[in-house]
Each structure stands twice: as C-alpha cells, then as structure tokens.
C-alpha cells in the first residue's frame, strides 16, 4: 500500500480563490491529503473575492517532518502571511529537509523572506516583481529543484499540474488531467 503523500496549505483572509481551490482540488482527487492551515485564528476565511472557505485547522506547531509539501496561494492576504513570519519558516524548514515548497502569484514574496529566492529560478505575480530579485522569469511555471512557482491565477492549473507530477508521478498527473479534460 502507498503512503499517503500530505500538503499543507497556509491561507488567511485575501488569499486568490483559484490559486488556492485548484491545487488542492487536483491534489485531492490524486490521493493527497491537504491540511488547509489558517494563519488567521479563524476557521472561515475569505478571498479576495468573496470566496469564503474552510480552514481545516489554525496552524500549529507544524514540521515538515510531517508533510511531503507546502503550498502557498497568493493574493492579497500574501501581505498577512508575510507579517506573520511563520510561513517564511515554514518554507524554509521545507525547503532545508528537500521537501516541496509550491508557490504562486506574490507567495514567492514569502520564499524572499525566507532566505530561498537567493538560491533559485523562480516566476511570480507580475505585481510582486519590483521587490523580487530581478531573478524572475516570465515562464508559467518554474520548477527548481523542489521549489515550484508560478505566475498567478491564469496559471493554476499548469500550477497544479506539475504539483501532480512532482508529488505522484506523470502517470497520475494524466490521469486526472484526462478526468477533467485537461
């Protein structure tokens, strides 16, 4: 029997729907458990749309010990999970275990504050490039060792996809992208 691969997601309030709904949908239908973590306090949060969603649980004390990946979605709650500073740790922790570190949009403003960015390629949200090193590519996804970003919510599903191969394989990542006519 497989074991089972485990995400952990960290959101708060302002978080891009489609850059958060999307990966974990894809993730789950492939098998993986996705632990929505709220930096907020708050179960319920809301996007920068009015998308509400349910967080899974406040986030903890969590390790990368206990998950294969970390998946930041951008927005503008990216702002609040940067003042925050765990997600920062998080990614970094992630990132010096060699566990995946998945993020889109302006989320790679928080592998800037962790020290990450100075190592890697990397794309990102065009509105977060003045603060990034002038690093950034224009590519739609960009794989670097463990650490995959992409550009924004017109780029999540080629997001979630190299998240499905990354994590399960090619031939898992086609047979969900055959199921929902990728």
């Given at each position: 029997?497989?074991?089972?691969?485990?995400v952990l997601c960290v959101v708060t309030d302002g978080f891009e729907e489609i850059e958060t709904v999307t990966p974990i949908d894809l993730l789950r239908r492939a098998g993986a458990e996705v632990v929505v973590a709220s930096v907020s306090g708050s179960f319920q949060l809301e996007g920068r749309s009015g998308i509400r969603i349910?967080?899974?649980?406040?986030?903890?004390?969590?390790?990368?010990?206990?998950?294969?990946?970390?998946?930041?979605?951008?927005?503008?709650?990216?702002?609040?999970?940067?003042?925050?500073?765990?997600?920062?740790?998080?990614?970094?922790?992630?990132?010096?275990?060699?566990?995946?570190?998945?993020?889109?949009?302006?989320?790679?403003?928080?592998?800037?504050?962790?020290?990450?960015?100075?190592?890697?390629?990397?794309?990102?949200?065009?509105?977060?490039?003045?603060?990034?090193?002038?690093?950034?590519?224009?590519?739609?996804?960009?794989?670097?060792?463990?650490?995959?970003?992409?550009?924004?919510?017109?780029?999540?599903?080629?997001?979630?996809?190299?998240?499905?191969?990354?994590?399960?394989?090619?031939?898992?990542?086609?047979?969900?992208?055959?199921?929902?006519?990728?």
């Open positions: 029997m497989a074991i089972q691969k485990r349910q967080a899974d649980e406040v986030l903890a004390k969590h390790s990368a010990f206990e998950f294969d990946m970390l998946l930041l979605p951008g927005g503008p709650g990216v702002a609040a999970l940067r003042a925050d500073g765990r997600p920062a740790r998080l990614a970094k922790e992630f990132y010096d275990q060699g566990k995946f570190v998945a993020a889109i949009c302006a989320a790679p403003l928080i592998l800037l504050d962790s020290g990450i960015l100075k190592e890697i390629n990397f794309t990102c949200h065009s509105s977060a490039t003045q603060e990034l090193p002038a690093a950034a590519t224009e590519e739609r996804v960009v794989e670097d060792g463990r650490v995959i970003t992409s550009r924004g919510a017109g780029t999540s599903l080629d997001f979630s996809m190299t998240l499905l191969r990354r994590l399960f394989g090619p031939e898992k990542a086609d047979e969900i992208a055959a199921a929902i006519m990728a």
